[in-house]
């Protein structure tokens, strides 16, 4: 496209696509104004993609995924190089969210616009999810994948994942035995009695609880005044700019991180799993490119008003951390800087929008809880009624908003879902072989689609795309530009 060429001319008004990529490329030091070094960071990530699924697939291939010296490799090299990387970058979501929601809602600075932001990102949201999930169940309705699996390859699969499924199945049971009724389920779900337990009672934090936190601080502080405010704003920013560091930090790690997540998902994953449950992954992954690559195209070029070519090349550091870590919350701090960074996206719209969607706006999560529950339905013999067809929308929808974005987080919404339908829920075990690799996948589409609603909401709320940006003068009077002047 033409107008990229100007991409790299340090004169031009144009955001670089890689701005974000080239500046961790350089030195540690932000203040050092050298050159990058090297490879870009995306292409060095795709090739520690590609040498983790290539080794990962020969591996299998040839030894097979129990054989004890890969289950060695696995467990004392490549699984914990994963781990370390997704800690690390999980470790960051608490600080960095709750920083960049005060901040982001108090930048908004005026309670009506950011009822506006809140209103549209909302509508967006139900909206596309809404179309992701009619994808999903169209699809399953059409091609049926349900009642092309043999009996025998389905029990064997049954019986090859059923130790996992019977755990998975308690395990949300008991979650659910204490549901209360509906409408105090949902109070109860977003907000917190006690916001710091909701970042201390257990290992995973609970991140609508601490957004819900965040936004109403952020509230509070656009309704006093600068002198009662400024302090606090002033130490958040600094948290927000101190993690920012943390994570340019961790995704220089990035490339050997993602080799060694897929070549543990490769590895142990046997490709016959693949072929046996072909009709289920091909329905799912037509279903995710169709939303991928037809409505979020769509919603680029009429809503967003930028080249779908030239969205997809800038977000491609956003796309392969979500494919490699399959956690949206593990994604969140890289896409809050490419969005700002390589879209031009304004922080105070990144910081509502982004945040707010890893968890709650998950398309791709919500296609799949669809395609899923339909295809266990479909082979457990149960013919859905429209009535029930129209419950599994609406809960899937909903599959969008409440499951966690973590690893596998659709699983405990899919056993929910198969009991409210009366079809046995230890039929997950079918999938579970196929689920991670399915996840990689979906949680692409999870956060291009957070991506997708900020760029809509910012070019909504005039602000120009591609550009840079002055950063949002907090009404307290802190700004970036007065921070590094300073
Ligand atoms: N892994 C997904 C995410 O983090 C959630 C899921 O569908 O399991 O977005």
Known sequence: MPENKDDKNPNSDRLAVDA??????????AKTHDKPKGMPLHTRIIIGLVVGVVAGITVNYLFGGTNPRVVWVIDNFTEPVGQLFLRLLLMIVVPLVFSSLVVGVAGIGDIRKLGRVGLKSFGYCLVISAISVVIGITLANTIKPGKRIDKATSDALQARYATDATKRVEDASKASATTPKPL????ETIIPKNPFFAVGSKEDANMLHIMFFGLIIGVAITLLPITATAPLLRVLESVYEITAKIIEIIMKFAPFAVACLLFNNTARFGLDLLQALAWFVATVLLGLAIHMFGV???SIYFLSRISPIDFFRRIKTVILTAFSTSSSNATLPTALRVSEE??????????????????ANQNGTALYEGITVLFLAQLAGVDLTLAQQLMVVY????????????????IPFIIGVLVTINVNPALIAIILGVDRILDMCRTTLNVTGDLTAATYVARSEGYELLKPHEPAIVHAGVTMAERSSD
């Not at 390589?342 to 968890?359: C, D, K, R, Y």
């Open 296 to 298: 979020y195209s769509l």
């Open 342 to 359: 390589n879209l031009g996206v304004p922080q105070e719209i990144n910081s509502f929008v982004l945040t707010v969607g890893a968890t």
């Open 20 to 29: 974000f990529e080239r500046e961790i490329n350089t030195d540690l030091n």
């Open 184 to 187: 105090t389920a949902v109070i």
């Open 395 to 410: 809960l899937a929808i909903l599959g969008g908003v409440g499951t966690a974005g973590i690893p596998s987080g659709s």
